[in-house]
């Protein structure tokens, strides 16, 4: 198929993932927000600023509030990473696409982009963000819905699918970051829980929707360590790290006419391969914060594969004129 | 006296059951009048048997029967001997009042839980009152059967009193029943007995008599003189007699719940078919016979 | 002062406590009360029509989440009600909540002990505190558990204490329920719906959660099972969905991550108990039961029983399995035992009580009992044996002749009922369905595990009476409930929304957001070359 919409599917999916874990993450930062915490003051509690670097939001440097951060990365237009320009982004995606896409699917995008566009949005915020959330999260599951339910299974759709799935990946691993000691801090101590990332860690599990997967899979308690370790290493889960590597490499390899010679299949390979062994032979807690920065450059490589292989328009050198 | 006793219950169904679990209350208690000198159970299918005493002191065996089945058989042989219980103090109603009848009446002055209430018995509150403690319980023995015909098959193990009052007849269980509500209304503590009865008589020269489990009560008597004891005296109104060498007890309880001889449960929609026999034989050449 | 109270209702009558009562939230002046300031400036600041429809849209929540129970109506029985979840918190500052966990934690360990006791050495019986002819006519005394001793000795691991504040604003208990105490789901999803549905009121407190109940709970089930912690298979046993707490069970298990069985997946083998599931049998090493003894076995209890396992009390004899609450809890459950807790606690214990008593007397002493039904029109009855408010009487507002005819089924069966002073509980500000304030009664359920160590989940079902006046708060018949706020510290108003320490970082090995293809970007590069470039055919 044309490099072009295939990129374009790409972003489709990475549009609709970011808006859709944009708004469960802010869901769940803001629910554990709300809440005191019983170790608090000797605890340290990530800023509101940081959430917005984390988000690829840019602050000027200034002290942030919990609103603004919150209006700022739903609503504001001229925020990229906001929940309101993915949704931009993805409709204007799947606008150039209504060949492709199915109409049930083109249509569940563009409503979703009307509502938020609507304007009495702000309100509703200020009357409690849950509403606006929720509505993402419901949209976006109508979204995957139809596209396993209407779109043919060929390359088109092999695209789609990678996209939000590596989107997915690395939107957890930037919640994660929220509930995890920073790289070189000290990890904490299993005799000395730390009430505020274990309660942000637990916020965030329900904000993705895994609690009750977490409960049926891990005997121990919802703490930071085997919350972020679930998210990362659980196959079985859906939305963790393992599982959308492994959704990325299954649709790299159907979509590809020659997987074993992809740079990026065989990159996802390596990191699924490197997934199950850190997953399995990690000690307790491990370095995990060490462990998601590794994967996450990975997944930034493995992008940047893929734009070359699939989007680059391979065979075509610099400077072909076509006139 | 000597007995052999050989119970026999048989249960045939009518498709294959499973986890069939039953608590057997057979064996015969050793008590101040009475020893058990043998005792043994065979099942079929085989399966593990575990013992443990209840509240109430006696002893339960309990088994199962996992794996599917059609037939359960329990065979149980005891060897007993009995002597004769002492005789009955005669103390006065006064003897009631105090803590050491309080104490050792404990929660058999209780009330049970679904009692007819005075209004239904009340002709046969009036009646029974007698001189005497003891004299209450000999005339329950004889007014309980005069009142009420021995007729099996008017009520079942989960009858009430007021079925009894109302059918008019009824069977053992029953008339202890009824004994033991009257004894408590009159202030005199009374316990449920399952047991074997050797139904005999001595003069027919029959050693051995086909039976089934029996129940009778005993009450608890205040003792006569300034420290006299309650004891435990053991009454069988349905043979209007005191208890006796040839009553041979398995337990108490308040009622015949708590000391059924066979309770079991199984899974499965089969009916089943239940055959039981209690076979008492008497050990002792028949020279007590002789007067 | 009342500027505020003013603001919260509709027209010009400002909000008005009963007399006689203690309002949790409105002095007697009709100023707010030092921790409630805050609240009250929120929602004044709300407005009535803005409370009004976050009170639909929480029906509407509750009802599309199956937060719902049964009850009873005028015209007979309601099913799937959307719970009642009034939108005003209650709060309890930290010093408050203090002296109610002390005392709770203190009766909680007593009644353990004197469950243990009676079930063995009768030691209390022995002292002449309590008398055996009481503890052993208990419908709910257990003779198979009797010798039974379950790990730790802990037999209540869940405890409901009902409290109710009397009219001097002191804590007292109304009763204890050891048996199967109920109403901790609602508790977590009334927290989860007020954070969704009134954020702004959290904004100037520091509220302590609680969502950590069935890590709680869970971690209490598996110290007591007779096998290594993290290999213990937990169940929660519920006798269906026919039950009306059964939004509860299914509650619990989802939260623990354990699995919800009924009888019909339970069998007893050799004394052990397992499970059917499709990978074969499994050992289930501690039954969370939310069902009475009574139909727990029908070997042991009740023999119509289909709710139950047999041969579970043998398993449980055996010390094969744990069952929370253990068998025969109920004795304690009991009104007329109530009666003699502080004395337990003396006994005990060897200390004095934090938390009294309602004082209670009991039918089945004659002295007692006379001079209660000279009082009938001042007292409350309630049988010894119910729970859930079911068949108490209340001397007020009882009519004389059904009083008379009261006195007659209490004298016919004495040993079946008490008699409490009544007391006037506090009020909390309630939202009626214009979206002004009334005051409410309410009473308190605070929820305790007892595994290894006590702990108490900060606050817990806060209940309100719904009708004006009313004192039955049992949302069976008609009752609500609030979300009840535990404070961290004893902060004044308008706490800080930062907290201390906060710490900006900024993970510089984190790679950028990128936010599309360069496509576009591409193909408009080489365009540009070979413009700039001028070479080309023409």
Request: charged fraction near 25%; charge should be negative; aromatic fraction near 8%.
């Amino acid at each position: 198929m044309l490099s072009r919409i295939a990129q374009e599917l790409f972003w489709l999916g990475r549009n609709v993932a970011r808006a859709e874990h944009t708004a469960r993450m802010l869901d769940g930062v803001f629910q554990a927000s709300l809440q005191g915490r019983p170790d608090d003051p000797s605890g340290v509690r990530l800023g509101w600023g940081s959430i917005l670097a984390i988000m690829g939001a840019h602050g000027d440097g200034r002290p942030v509030r919990r609103d603004e951060v919150l209006t700022r990365l739903t609503l504001a237009r001229d925020e990229p990473a906001s929940v309101i320009s993915c949704v931009s982004r993805a409709r204007e995606g799947a606008r150039t696409m209504r060949d492709v896409i199915s109409a049930e699917m083109w249509e569940a995008v563009n409503t979703t982009h009307l509502a938020l566009s609507a304007g009495d949005l702000e309100g509703r915020m200020q009357m409690g963000p849950y509403s606006v959330f929720q509505y993402v999260k419901e949209r976006s599951a109508l979204f995957w819905g139809l596209t396993s339910r209407t779109m043919l299974r060929d390359e088109a759709r092999a695209f789609l699918v990678a996209g939000g799935r590596i989107e997915s990946a690395d939107m957890v691993l930037r919640m994660l970051r929220v509930a995890m000691p920073a790289p070189g801090e000290r990890e904490s101590d299993p005799a000395h829980p730390d009430g505020v990332r274990d309660g942000q860690a637990l916020a965030l599990l329900q904000a993705v929707g895994g609690f009750q997967a977490f409960r049926r899979a891990v005997p121990a308690p919802p703490n930071a360590g085997p919350v972020v370790r679930f998210l990362l290493y659980e196959r079985a889960y859906p939305d963790s790290v393992a599982a959308s590597v492994d959704a990325v490499h299954g649709a790299l390899v159907d979509a590809d006419a020659a997987p074993r010679s992809s740079e990026p299949v065989l990159r996802l390979s390596r990191l699924a391969a490197d997934l199950e062994f850190r997953g399995r032979a990690a000690a307790v807690d491990g370095n995990l914060a060490q462990a998601s920065t590794l994967v996450q450059s990975e997944l930034a490589l493995i992008d940047a594969d893929i734009a070359e292989r699939y989007f680059a328009g391979a065979g075509a050198a610099a400077g072909t004129v076509v006139a | 006296m000597n007995y052999d006793i050989h119970y026999l219950t048989s249960y045939r169904y009518d498709a294959p059951v499973a986890d069939n679990l039953n608590a057997l209350r057979v064996r015969p208690a050793t008590t101040s009048s009475q020893r058990c000198d043998e005792f043994h159970v065979r099942l079929d299918p085989e399966a593990r048997i575990h013992r443990h005493v209840d509240y109430f002191g006696t002893e339960v065996l309990e088994f199962g029967v996992a794996r599917l089945h059609d037939h359960l058989t329990i065979d149980v042989r005891a060897r007993v001997v009995t002597s004769e219980p002492p005789e009955a103090p005669e103390a006065p109603w006064e003897h009631l009042d105090g803590d050491t009848y309080a104490e050792a009446a404990g929660e058999f002055l209780l009330p049970g839980e679904a009692e007819p209430g005075d209004a239904a018995l009340a002709d046969l509150l009036d009646i029974a009152r007698a001189r005497t403690p003891l004299a209450t319980l000999r005339w329950l023995n004889e007014l309980i059967p005069d009142r009420f015909a021995y007729r099996p098959g008017v009520t079942y193990v989960g009858s009430t009193i007021d079925d009894l009052l109302a059918a008019g007849a009824g069977v053992c269980q029953d008339f202890v029943h009824l004994a033991l509500v009257l004894l408590r209304r009159h202030g005199i503590a009374a316990r449920y007995v399952s047991g074997y009865l050797f139904s005999a008589d001595d003069d027919d020269g029959t050693d051995s008599v086909e039976v089934q489990t029996h129940a009778w009560l005993e009450a608890l008597l205040p003792g006569t003189g300034g420290r006299g004891e309650p004891i435990w005296v053991g009454a069988d109104p349905t043979n209007r007699r005191l208890a006796g060498e040839t009553h041979v007890k398995i337990g108490h309880g308040r009622t015949y719940a708590d000391v059924p001889p066979i309770k079991g449960v199984f899974r499965g929609s089969a009916g089943a078919e239940l055959e039981a026999s209690v076979r008492m034989t008497r050990l002792d050449p028949t020279a007590s016979a002789r007067a | 002062m009342s500027t505020l109270s003013h603001l919260v209702t509709d027209d010009a009558a400002a909000y008005r406590p009963h007399p006689g009562c203690y309002d949790e939230v409105f002095g007697p002046d009709g100023a707010p009360r030092a921790h409630a300031v805050a609240l009250a400036a929120e929602i004044a600041r709300l407005g009535p029509q803005l409370l009004t429809a976050a009170g639909h849209r929480r029906d509407a929540i509750f009802v599309q989440q199956g937060i719902t129970f049964d009850a009873t109506g005028e015209d007979g029985p309601v099913k799937d009600r959307p719970f009642p979840l009034d939108l005003v918190p209650r709060i309890l500052p930290a010093a408050e909540w203090d002296h109610i966990e002390r005392g709770l934690m203190q009766r909680i360990r007593a009644l353990n002990r004197f469950i243990d006791d009676v079930y063995h050495e009768r030691e209390i019986v022995r002292a002449g505190i309590v008398p055996w002819r009481l503890v052993v006519s208990r419908s709910h005394f257990a003779r198979a558990a009797h010798g039974v001793r379950p790990p730790g000795g802990v037999y209540c691991h869940v405890a409901g204490c009902d409290l109710v504040r009397d009219a001097d604003g002191s804590w007292k208990v109304l009763e204890d329920n050891v048996r199967t105490p109920s109403g901790i789901s609602y508790v977590l999803e009334n927290r989860v719906a007020m954070t969704r549905l009134v954020p702004q009121f959290f904004q100037h407190h520091r509220v302590r959660p609680v969502d950590h109940y069935p890590q709680l709970l869970l971690a209490g089930l598996r110290s007591v099972a007779p096998s290594a912690e993290d290999e213990a298979t937990v169940v929660v046993w519920t006798p269906g969905p026919m039950n009306s707490a059964y939004f509860e069970h299914a509650f619990l298990a989802r939260q623990m991550g354990v699995e919800l069985v009924e009888a019909s997946d339970l069998v007893v083998r050799d004394d052990v108990l397992y499970m059917r599931t499709t990978a074969g049998l499994r050992r289930v090493h501690a039954v969370y039961r939310r069902l009475d003894d009574d139909f727990v076995d029908p070997l042991e209890f009740r023999a119509d029983s289909l709710l139950g396992v047999p041969g579970l009390v043998r398993a449980y004899r055996a010390g094969t399995v744990a069952i929370a609450n253990a068998l025969g809890t109920g004795v304690a459950d009991d009104k007329a035992v109530y009666h003699y807790v502080p004395e337990m606690i003396r006994f005990y214990l060897g200390e004095e009580p934090v938390l009294d008593n309602v004082p209670t007397y009991i039918m089945a002493d004659e002295r007692q009992r006379e001079a209660a039904l000279a009082r009938r029109g001042e007292l409350v009855f309630k049988p010894t044996g119910e729970s859930g408010g079911k068949g108490v009487f209340i001397g007020p507002t009882t009519p004389a002749e059904a009083l008379d005819g009261l006195a007659d089924v209490i004298r016919a069966q004495p040993e079946k009922w008490i008699a409490q002073e009544v007391v006037n509980l506090s009020t909390v500000p309630t939202a009626m369905p214009d979206g002004s304030l009334a005051p409410r009664h309410v009473d308190l359920r605070p929820f305790a595990v007892f595994g290894e160590q006590i702990r108490i989940v900060p606050g817990g079902l806060t209940r309100v009476a719904l009708r004006e006046g009313s004192m039955i708060v049992n949302s069976s018949q008609g009752g609500g409930s609030k979300d009840t706020w535990v404070l961290e510290e004893d902060a004044g108003a308008g706490a800080a929304t930062h907290h201390t320490q906060l710490h900006d970082v900024v993970p510089t090995t984190m790679p950028g957001l990128r936010y599309g293809g360069d496509w576009q970007d591409q193909q408009q590069q080489q365009q540009q070359q070979q413009r700039h470039e001028g070479s080309g055919p023409c």
